[in-house]
């Protein structure tokens, strides 16, 4: 009807449907768009009719996404330094308790590694 100039004015076409992978739908599929399905619509909305708008969308939308994802890293960083921290202090309390015998140890065992080597 736009072609042959009988369609209301401002009418706009439904974006092309592919056929190949019809069945694969995904909700932002150009199928789930209803433009010009309604007659009081003479001016949709720019997010459904504008595809700079429609880009700018996603786009932003992805920017959230990872400000979400640097967010949730940052909480995960903090938890890991702490449990860190707490490993640190943990293993050198052992060390100082034990003393003088983990030195022993260590260098008997370290003789005994060098002379497995050699």
Known sequence: LIQQRR??????????IPCDGMFQLDVDDDIWQDVGLDDDTLNPPAWLSDDKVRN????????????????RL??????????????????QTALNKAGASVCKCSEQYLIISQSQIQ
């Open 7 to 16: 369609a209301p004015p401002y009418a706009v076409p439904p974006h092309i």
């Open 56 to 71: 700018c969308i996603w786009l932003q939308l992805e920017v959230d996404r990872c400000n979400e994802e640097e967010a």
């Open 74 to 91: 940052m909480r995960e960083r903090a938890v890991l330094q702490a449990w860190m921290l707490v490993e640190w202090d943990s293993t």
